[in-house]
C-alpha cells in the first residue's frame, strides 16, 4: 500500500509560478516512476509530466519548456515546477505511482490560474 500525499496549489496570475510537491509513504520509492496529471473540470485526466527511476522526463506539449519534474529520493517525494502558468492550466493536479500494476493517487491539489 502506498499513500501519496500532494501539496502545494493555490490561486496564482497568470505568467506566475508554483511548485507542488508529493510525498510518498512507504519502501522502494526510488526503483519507481512517478507522474503528476490534472484534470480540468469537464475533462478526462491527462498527464502532465512523468519520471522514471533513473531520472528521464517526459512532458505533455503543452507545458513542455514551463513545468519541470524532479525526484528527492531521500525525501521520498516528487515535484512539480510549474512556471508561466496559463489560466488553461487551471486544473486538479493529482501524483501518481504504479506499482504491481495498481495504480495510486493522490488526493489531488487545485490549482488556478487567474487575475
Known amino acids: 500500500q502506498v499513500q501519496l500525499v500532494e501539496s502545494g496549489g493555490g490561486l496564482v496570475q497568470p505568467g506566475g509560478s508554483l511548485k507542488l510537491s508529493c510525498a510518498a509513504s512507504?519502501?522502494?520509492?526510488?526503483?519507481?516512476?512517478m507522474g503528476w496529471y490534472r484534470q480540468a473540470p469537464g475533462k478526462q485526466r491527462e498527464l502532465v509530466a512523468a519520471?522514471?527511476?533513473?531520472?528521464?522526463?517526459n512532458y505533455a506539449d503543452s507545458v513542455k519548456g514551463r513545468f519541470t519534474i524532479s525526484r528527492d529520493n531521500a525525501k521520498n517525494t516528487v515535484y512539480l515546477q510549474m512556471n508561466s502558468l496559463k489560466p488553461e492550466d487551471t486544473a486538479v493536479y493529482y501524483c501518481?505511482?504504479?506499482?504491481?500494476?495498481?495504480?495510486?493517487w493522490g488526493q489531488g491539489t487545485q490549482v488556478t490560474v487567474s487575475s
Open positions: 512507504g519502501n522502494f520509492f526510488s526503483i519507481y516512476a
Open positions: 501518481n505511482t504504479r506499482r504491481s500494476r495498481v495504480d495510486y
Open positions: 519520471i522514471t527511476s533513473s531520472g528521464s522526463t
